[in-house]
């Protein structure tokens, strides 16, 4: 079970983080206006240390989503990261954490509009292992729920309210017994999971859908990208497919903050490859792993530590 720590932060403070509560008037309950992101800090028992998995990149991405927005995120990488590791030190936390950091509009104006000039940065902290199984793979439906198309909102933006859309979607899956979604979009082609990224291998190819499927800009799918290509001299192949071309798959797997990589034992009950973890997603996953435990000085830049 995943433990919440006791400090969050809110209103440029930290506090109990039962304390850190917001009206039931302010957009962000009412309309969901907001938008956050999910920071893995993984523990090395060797080093006691945590260090946090492409901070920088999680940051910047949360500009953009403000940018997109129009909400208000005037922080600068190193105040931002300040923040983020005077909480971590505050909670005194020694393990494996995730971080949620969110900037919601705190305005009680009745108007669903955004440009408001009080949006908050709110940040509390759980512990968090394994998000799916690891050893049984993840059962995978197809949702009947279509991914919210850009021009509507743009999940490039993790948008607080657009995640109704996966809430849907997951909540559909795990009703009929499996344990994740993926979503189609308008178009028929696959997009991604209620969160996280997907990549399949055909024939020693590697896919993954571009990033104009209205997915989200992953940082793992970016940083696997970047490994397939570095490590395993592998090109992965952008490129939008649809849904049988998905059940035909040697091997399926998702990345994302929370899954890390996550192999997809079946789709729609059809099994994929032998129904056991691929040679290609068991490769680039322990070069992953390697380096989140520290193990890779080629990637340390992606690692900040805490202490
Ligand atoms: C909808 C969605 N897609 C993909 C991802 C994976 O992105 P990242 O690797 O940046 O965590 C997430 C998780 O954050 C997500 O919520």
Known sequence: MAKTFPYAY??????????????????????????????????NGDNKNIYLF???????RMQESAKIMHMRFPLSYPKFKKIVIDLIKKNKAKGD??????????????????????????????SLK?????NTGVKVCISSWRRVED????????????????????????????????????????CEASGANIFGIKDGQVYTPPLSANNLNGIT????????????????????????????????????????????????QRKIGKGTMGKYTKKVKRIFDEITEMK?????QWLTPVY
Not at 55 to 60: C, I, P, Q, R, V
Not at 130 to 134: A, C, L, N, Q
Not at 223 to 231: A, G, M, N, P, T
């Open 151 to 190: 021009d509507a909102i743009s999940m490039k933006a993790k948008v607080t309210g657009a995640y109704a859309n996966s809430a849907l979607a997951k909540t559909e899956a795990l009703l009929n017994g499996y344990d994740e979604p993926i979503f189609l979009n308008r178009d028929g082609s696959v």
């Open 10 to 43: 809110i209103r440029k403070k930290t506090c109990k983080t039962e304390k850190a509560v917001i009206p039931i008037q302010s957009k962000v309950v009412q309309y969901g206006l907001g938008f956050f992101s999910g920071i893995r800090g993984y523990w």
């Open 97 to 126: 954490i995730y971080i949620r950091p969110t900037v919601y509009a705190a305005s009680t104006e009745l108007t669903p509009r955004l440009n408001n000039p009080d949006d908050d940065l709110a940040i509390y902290m759980i």
């Open 130 to 134: 394994d998000y799916f199984k690891s």
């Open 221 to 268: 799918r970016r940083s696997i990208i970047e490994l397939f290509e570095k490590e395993l001299n592998m090109k992965v192949r952008e490129e939008n497919f649809d849904r049988s071309t998905l059940y035909t798959f040697d091997e399926l797997f998702f990345t994302g903050t929370a899954a890390k990589v996550a192999w997809i034992a079946s789709v729609d």
């Open 54 to 60: 492409r901070m920088e990149d999680h940051f910047n």
């Open 296 to 300: 890779h000085d080629k990637y340390s």
